[in-house]
């Protein structure tokens, strides 16, 4: 995976320069925001199951969905949705905390359209649970870092389009 | 790699959000963001100076050596190489971990400058002096940060 340090280190190493100008203005903009991300991170990390429930909460639990028919029915497949949440959830604040959104396209979307299709796992409420994660995640940890998560997470939204 | 990308592949293969011993480390690393700043400014601009003077010592420690024995070339790739090595330094320092050297720099180095002929044990001497010459243009935090990857360089000749 990238990162916002690593990705502005090497190719000033592929020209044999020092980190100058606006890269390096970059990567004073990043090391000064690294604090509230790290602390966003930890708060995300301590709450992710209610994070998630309340997610689910907003989004899908009173919808069709959760009914006989519906994608998230039976338990097995209603588990497997909090699973996957969850994984958007890490994912979008790894991607957060490094500021950078490469780990998500290796881990999470790479197939996952395909994979989706395949299981019969409908778009629509997919992308409407994670605008909910959005709000969550800003009622947890403030809006600010919540709009750098909410980055990421709208990334894992314009990949599943 | 960083140390933020290192934190995060170690969480990823556990399947787990960063773990409270993770973000410490980051939260101390970008605790003194501004010192690693200034660290990699200064030891850039004045990478010229330190290998100058570093290699005034060296050759006054170490005087029968290839850079030092008259062929200009020589002297002039032995300065280069450590210019490298002030560079790889404050990659370092940016990047709060010792990959940038490794991967840049010490991968293979030893088989490189065997074949070059060069002495390694001088070139130890060379780093030892360009550690103390590169450590006098920085503050105590500055010098803090970055001289310990100077001593992995040197550990690794």
Partial sequence: MQDTITSLINPADEKGQYLEGGDLDSLKQYLQTGASRVKAAGQIGDSAASIISKTVEKSLLYGDITLPGGNMYPTRRYAACLQDLTYFLRYATYAMLADDASIIDERILNGLKDTYSSLGVPVEPTIQAIEAMKDVVSERVGNEAGQEVGKYLDHIVSGLR | MSIVAKAIAQSDRADRFLG??????????????????????????????????????????????????????????????????????????????????????????????????????????????????????????????????????????
């Fill in chain 2, 20 to 157: 409270s011993s993770e973000l410490t480390q980051l939260q101390d690393f970008f605790s003194n963001s501004s010192a690693r700043i200034s660290a990699a400014q200064k030891l850039a601009a004045n990478q010229q100076k330190i290998v100058d003077e570093g290699s005034k010592q060296f050759w006054s420690q170490c005087p029968n050596t290839p850079s030092n024995s008259g062929d200009k070339q020589k002297t002039a790739l032995c300065q280069r190489d450590q210019g490298w090595y002030i560079r790889l330094v404050t990659y370092c320092v940016l990047a709060g971990n010792s990959k940038p050297l490794e991967d840049i720099g010490l991968d293979g180095m030893r088989d490189m400058y065997v074949s070059l002929n060069v002495p390694l044990t001088n070139l130890k001497t060379a780093m030892r002096c360009l550690k103390q010459s590169a450590m006098g243009v920085l503050s105590s935090e500055e010098a803090s940060l970055a001289g310990p990857y100077f001593d992995q360089l040197i550990r690794a000749f």
